[in-house]
């Protein structure tokens, strides 16, 4: 059972950036694909940006492209999103996730096996 803690949220004003962290425990880190997924309030949960086990690969939704960039420190059982130029449309709750699964599912929200708590993230105008 792998567990998953959010850090890093809060308040921002548009144009400014935070730096998410996600900490694992109870598995061992490198066997998972990790995954940032965000839910806006009366949206669904929606696929943000993933990295493969090594950190080798990574995927991004094209809404953040160019502003996002996940990366994970193996060694500290840690994923990161840091999140620059950030929009109003950013604000969400910001969910890290674990899959065993294969890289080609790494956008389906489905096949994530271990969630987090989550931590907010709000963009001023």
């Known amino acids: 059972q792998v567990q998953l803690v959010e850090s890093g949220g809060g308040l921002v004003q548009a144009g400014g950036s935070l730096r998410l962290s996600c900490a694992a425990s109870g598995g061992t880190f490198s066997n998972y694909v990790m995954g940032w997924f965000r839910q806006a309030p009366g949206k669904e949960r929606e696929f943000v940006a993933a990295i493969s086990r090594v950190g080798a690969g990574t995927s991004y939704d094209d809404s953040v492209k160019g502003r996002f960039t996940i990366s994970r420190d193996n060694a500290k059982n840690t994923v990161y999103l840091q999140m620059n130029s950030l929009k109003p449309e950013d604000t969400a709750a910001y969910y890290c996730?674990?899959?065993?699964?294969?890289?080609?599912?790494?956008?389906?929200?489905?096949?994530?096996?271990?969630w987090g708590q989550g931590t907010q993230v709000t963009v001023s105008s």
């Open positions: 996730a674990a899959q065993v699964g294969s890289w080609i599912s790494r956008r389906q929200i489905n096949e994530y096996d271990y």
